[in-house]
């Protein structure tokens, strides 16, 4: 890793562990509303994004920031610096206020567009995991690497978000009869757990770009694929809140083989263009 990547890196980590103890704070006891997309915020969502990136901005003001409660609705922001932040500091804000424990902070470095980096901060399990292509996996400071195995009906699990639009529910049904299914309430935390092989894969079609940023810099940094059905999500061009979904399925090279077998990927395509 280059010194230039590295000093962002350290600065990242330490930038997502100084929330920790807020996060920790305010589960379950902050008040909450809901926003015109129909998804919840909180008070401490806009906390922990503003002090994220002001914490980043002191080290790297030449950097793109990228946030879903820090943007206003109608900016366009064009990503013209070389590094860029994209951050959640809630995924999972409605499990978050309500006091179901999948929920995290999701930050993502990216290069050129591309994530390079991310980090998880995964509340339900104290961990936080961070990553990215040729920099290996790592949980709470400690390198880790998940078993590789076969993706079978016997053990199977694949994380997946409710509710699943109609027209995916014929292509899909190889998958939703025979496989186990996880609906965490987190995009961020289906990516993460398939990125540490508890989950094989995962099936998505509600989440946005700061969604599953970080967590897809982790799937790449133990070889997994992720297959955008739409469109490509990165390189990243350009941040707006009001961008399109992202629907993908991901997960370990098992995975993605027995679903390009046994259901294809032009036909999750054609159900996501009608």
């Known amino acids: 890793m ?6 962002r890196v350290n600065a990242g980590r330490v930038a997502v562990e100084k929330q ?4 920790r704070k305010q589960y379950a006891q902050v008040p ?3 926003k015109e997309d129909e998804t919840r915020v909180t008070f401490a969502d806009f906390a922990i994004s503003e002090r994220v990136f002001t914490e980043l901005r ?24 070389r590094y860029a932040w994209v951050l959640d500091p809630i995924d999972g804000t409605n499990n978050y ?28 399990a104290d961990w936080i995991v961070e990553g990215g292509p040729g920099h290996g996996l790592w949980r709470n400071g400690k390198r880790f690497t998940p078993e590789k195995r076969p993706f079978e009906r016997k053990d199977g699990v694949v994380g ?11 292509p899909l049904k190889p998958l939703l009869t025979s496989y186990r299914a996880r609906c965490m309430g987190s995009g961020a935390l289906n990516l993460t757990y398939t990125a540490l092989g508890l989950m ?46 992202l629907p993908y399925v991901g997960g370990s090279r098992a995975f993605c083989d027995w679903v390009e077998q046994n259901i294809g990927w032009d036909a999750l395509a054609a159900a996501s263009d009608e």
């Open 2 to 7: 280059d010194k230039i990547l590295r000093h």
């Open 20 to 23: 920790v103890a807020f996060f």
């Open 32 to 34: 909450s509303e809901w």
């Open 58 to 81: 002191h080290s790297f003001p030449e950097d793109d920031y990228c946030s879903e409660e820090s943007n206003p609705l109608d900016e366009v922001l064009s990503l013209g610096a």
């Open 97 to 124: 206020a309500l006091g179901i424990p999948f929920c995290a902070i999701s930050l993502a470095l990216l290069k050129d567009g591309v994530p390079v980096y991310g980090f998880i901060y995964d509340y339900s």
């Open 160 to 170: 997946m978000h409710f509710p699943i639009p109609e027209r995916y529910f014929e």
């Open 200 to 245: 094989d894969g995962c099936v998505d079609f509600k989440v946005k770009v700061w969604d599953i940023a970080a967590a897809s810099a982790l799937v790449g940094a133990v070889g997994g694929n992720i297959h955008y059905l739409d469109h490509e999500a990165f390189p990243l061009k350009q941040f707006h809140v009001r961008s399109p979904l």
